[in-house]
């Protein structure tokens, strides 16, 4: 039998950090309302001529060098993103010709701030299928290019960055369990309606959300994704050593691991320090951890995502 396991984890942020107390100096809010209400302290703001794929570039590299696995040994790219370089090529095209890679699939994942999940669910499947034996799997966002910075019940919330995992084909697991979920009768409960017709955007290009609508959403379906995941590997909440949900706001966060029943200390928590970084947040949570030391090998690490959509999902790994 066939299993994938990640072998190395990388992240990246842009340089440019705005704190809370630098963003009240030109949008109507204050840190004290974004503190109480998400746990964002701060995000990083792409610059103008930094691209999604030069974020995903930097943190393949890392997760690549953790892992010891050189460029060409790849034969599968995927990017999660909302916030691809351009209409076309595909991210995952440009970030390969960046590093160097000729010959591998790839592709991108749009499934907002669920993508980190549903590629990692994808790239399983093609190893366990032996269509693939390395894959390099990436969320990446410039975000901040799609938020009307006058709105501030949106543009407090998300920042920019990336994450990477590589994962091999091995005998042992691995992703022991993955469940993935959509359902677009919520599209309208957060959505960037624009597109581009005829040389134009017709619509609205930015982020528009009902965000107490997608709180009580997210909170729900954290929960039973979860659940699922876990009864698929044939094991309790309780095996669970880390829980990495989306980190999309502290709160959530919270009263996700609360009806889990899954102590706090047992959460990777990093949004306090990026903010809302869609398909990258789950990534940069993990890369954070195993770098810090709090996540080893032989762990069991839950990651949960939830997004646009809507889409949701897990994916239980053991490191
Ligand atoms: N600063 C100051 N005041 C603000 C801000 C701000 N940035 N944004 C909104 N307000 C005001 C509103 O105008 C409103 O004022 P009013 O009472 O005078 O009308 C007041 O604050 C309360 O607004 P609400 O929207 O009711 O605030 P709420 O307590 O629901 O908090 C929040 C808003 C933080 C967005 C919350 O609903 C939430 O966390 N939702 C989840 C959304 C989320 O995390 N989205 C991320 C993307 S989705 C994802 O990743 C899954």
């Given at each position: 039998?066939?299993?994938?396991?990640?072998?190395?984890?990388g992240?990246?942020?842009?340089?440019r950090?705005?704190?809370?107390?630098e963003?009240?100096?030109?949008v109507?809010?204050s840190?004290?309302?974004?503190?109480?209400?998400t746990?964002?302290?701060?995000r990083?703001?792409?610059e103008?001529?930094?691209?999604?794929?030069?974020?995903?570039?930097?943190?393949?590299?890392?997760?690549l060098?953790?892992a010891?696995v050189?460029?060409?040994?790849?034969?599968?790219i995927?990017?999660?993103?909302?916030t691809?370089?351009?209409?076309?090529?595909s991210?995952?095209?440009?970030?390969?010709?960046?590093?160097?890679?000729?010959g591998?699939?790839?592709?991108?994942?749009?499934?907002?701030?669920?993508?980190?999940?549903?590629a990692?669910?994808?790239?399983?499947s093609?190893?366990r299928a032996?269509?693939a034996?390395?894959a390099?799997v990436v969320?990446?966002?410039?975000?901040?290019?799609?938020?009307?910075?006058?709105?501030?019940?949106?543009?407090?919330?998300?920042g920019?960055?990336a994450?990477?995992?590589?994962l091999?084909?091995g005998?042992q697991?691995g992703?022991l369990?993955?469940?993935?979920?959509?359902?677009?009768?919520y599209?309208?409960?957060?959505?960037a309606?624009g597109?581009?017709?005829g040389?134009k955007?017709?619509?609205n290009?930015f982020?528009?959300?009902?965000g107490?609508?997608?709180?009580k959403f997210?909170?729900?379906?954290l929960?039973?994704?979860?659940?699922?995941?876990?009864?698929?590997?044939?094991?309790?909440?309780?095996?669970?050593?880390w829980?990495?949900?989306?980190?999309?706001?502290l709160?959530?966060?919270d009263?996700?691991?609360?009806?889990?029943g899954?102590?706090?200390?047992?959460?990777?928590?990093?949004?306090?320090?990026?903010?809302?970084?869609?398909?990258?947040?789950?990534?940069?949570?993990?890369?954070?951890?195993?770098r810090?030391g709090?996540?080893?090998?032989?762990?069991?690490v839950l990651?949960?995502?939830v997004?646009?959509?809507?889409?949701?999902?897990?994916?239980?790994?053991?490191?």
């Amino acid at each position: 039998m066939t299993y994938s396991r990640i072998i190395g984890t990388g992240s990246a942020l842009p340089t440019r950090l705005v704190t809370n107390h630098e963003l009240a100096q030109t949008v109507d809010t204050s840190d004290e309302w974004i503190t109480t209400r998400t746990g964002i302290r701060q995000r990083y703001l792409a610059e103008e001529s930094q691209t999604t794929s030069d974020l995903a570039l930097e943190a393949s590299r890392q997760a690549l060098d953790q892992a010891g696995v050189s460029v060409d040994e790849l034969d599968l790219i995927i990017v999660a993103t909302t916030t691809p370089d351009q209409v076309f090529p595909s991210t995952a095209c440009l970030l390969q010709n960046k590093l160097g890679n000729k010959g591998a699939t790839a592709f991108d994942i749009q499934a907002v701030c669920s993508g980190f999940v549903y590629a990692l669910a994808t790239a399983d499947s093609f190893i366990r299928a032996g269509q693939a034996r390395t894959a390099l799997v990436v969320g990446a966002e410039t975000l901040s290019r799609i938020l009307d910075w006058q709105d501030r019940s949106t543009c407090v919330l998300f920042g920019d960055g990336a994450g990477a995992v590589v994962l091999r084909a091995g005998d042992q697991p691995g992703i022991l369990a993955s469940t993935l979920h959509a359902d677009g009768s919520y599209s309208d409960i957060l959505a960037a309606p624009g597109k581009m017709c005829g040389g134009k955007i017709v619509g609205n290009p930015f982020v528009e959300m009902d965000g107490q609508a997608v709180f009580k959403f997210a909170v729900k379906v954290l929960d039973d994704v979860a659940r699922e995941t876990v009864d698929k590997a044939g094991l309790a909440l309780s095996d669970i050593d880390w829980l990495i949900p989306h980190q999309a706001n502290l709160r959530i966060l919270d009263s996700t691991a609360k009806k889990l029943g899954i102590p706090t200390e047992r959460v990777v928590v990093t949004v306090d320090r990026h903010a809302n970084t869609s398909a990258a947040s789950i990534p940069l949570a993990l890369d954070t951890a195993v770098r810090d030391g709090r996540i080893k090998p032989g762990d069991k690490v839950l990651l949960e995502g939830v997004g646009g959509g809507f889409t949701w999902g897990a994916v239980l790994v053991q490191m």
